[in-house]
């Protein structure tokens, strides 16, 4: 098909011009004085974006390694590590915890539904070392409310670090590592930061940066660090992405990170008055939840709109996964976007959907002024 790919799936998402124009350069010397150069401007503008003073580690990784990464830098094997259920995600995550010898108490969720900041109060036994929670469900599009499950914690009293993963949420929705009160913040580059998938990210506390996880090598937090404070790296690092990532982060700074939390706030409300519009049901049953960077879409034929938005409008819809399968589409609206590319996206699932009502709902809401009365 000539024209645009429309690839709105909640990730990986559309990488900018500028940012595939910055990737393709020579590779240079990772221990040479332009690596270093790169690496001490891209470091500090990561602490920006993830709200903290402490370190930010980067790893040549998917935000599963940055998971892994966050275990085992802060527990040993046989601790207790407190999950909440909040959709295919939170799931995964906590497979790996349990693979990693790790014992998991996972509070079960309706996938509706965000951490429920109470059972985490009820649930935190004095044996929890750690409580993880998914911050944005991209399974659901449901976000947990993490400020309340610190308070729970603190209310609680209890020493537990707090994990969080912010893989779909960072750079598309507020997010305060230090104010919040999280000891290890999980991402990956491929959502809001607007990149191609590879790279890693773990933002680190001073509690959890105490913890000595037993077993550990690659992605010991420790050498990483000390290598950092000269520019470099332990190991050979994915030296293009972190071209392309110098460069997200500055349209990041350019935009502001608040009008981008505005812009994907007020593309995600377009987004669910459509859904409305065409007589369907968004998942998240919560509107203190609501996700801004994607939406799933409760219907019953999901995978043959799915079918159709790609092989008729050449769309990528995202697919329902674990028990979701077949049951929701998920439309992504985060990332590298605007008022137009989420017009023609709802465009497509409209026409996919054989529905009217939707785009005009959207575009009522996002130009008032302009809408025939
Ligand atoms: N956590 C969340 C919330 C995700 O959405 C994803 C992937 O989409 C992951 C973790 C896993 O990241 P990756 O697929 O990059 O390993």
């Not at 004085?33 to 503008?45: N, Q, S, T, V, Y």
Request: aromatic share 8%; net charge neutral.
């Amino acid at each position: 098909m000539s024209g645009r790919h429309f690839l709105q799936i909640p990730g990986p998402t559309n990488v900018p011009d500028r940012v595939l124009r910055a990737i393709d350069r020579a590779t240079i010397d990772h221990r040479g004085p332009e690596f270093a150069r790169l690496a001490k401007e891209i470091l500090p503008g990561l602490q920006k974006v993830f709200r903290t003073q402490g370190p930010v580690v980067v790893y040549p990784s998917s935000g599963t390694g940055a998971w892994e990464a966050a275990l085992v830098n802060t527990l040993e094997p046989g601790d207790l590590v407190l999950m909440c259920e909040t959709g295919h995600f939170a799931t995964l995550w906590k497979q790996m915890a349990e693979n990693l010898g790790y014992r998991v108490e996972f509070i079960p969720g309706d996938w509706r539904h965000g951490a429920d900041p109470a059972a985490v109060e009820r649930r935190l036994s004095k044996d929890v070392r750690a409580v993880a929670v998914v911050h944005n469900e991209t399974s659901t599009g449901v976000t947990s409310r993490i400020p309340e499950i610190r308070a729970a914690i603190d209310r609680a009293r209890h020493p537990a670090l707090l994990l969080v993963d912010t893989v779909s949420s960072l750079a598309c929705m507020p997010y305060f590592h230090d104010d919040w009160g999280v000891d290890v913040t999980v991402c990956g580059s491929q959502k809001g930061l607007m990149l191609p998938p590879g790279l890693g990210f773990n933002a680190i506390s001073k509690k959890a940066l105490a913890q000595a996880g037993a077993r550990r090598s690659y992605w010991d937090w420790k050498p990483i660090l000390k290598a950092n404070e000269g520019g470099f790296f332990p190991y050979t690092p994915a030296t293009n992405l972190l071209y392309g990532l110098r460069e997200s982060l500055a349209m990041l700074e350019e935009e502001g990170l608040e009008n981008v939390f505005a812009r994907h706030a007020r593309h995600a409300e377009a987004t669910r008055r459509a859904v409305r519009a065409w007589g369907l049901e968004v998942l998240c049953l919560d509107e203190r939840e609501h996700s801004a960077s994607l939406t799933a879409v409760l219907a019953p034929d999901a995978d043959r709109i799915r079918k159709i938005a790609l092989e008729r409008f050449d769309l990528s819809l995202g697919t329902g996964l674990g028990k979701l399968q077949n049951r929701v589409f998920r439309i992504g609206h985060l990332g590298w976007f605007n008022d137009l590319m989420l017009c023609g996206t709802l465009c497509g699932v409209e026409m996919s959907l054989g529905r009217e009502g939707g785009v005009k709902a959207a575009m009522t809401f996002l130009e008032p002024e302009r809408s025939p009365s």
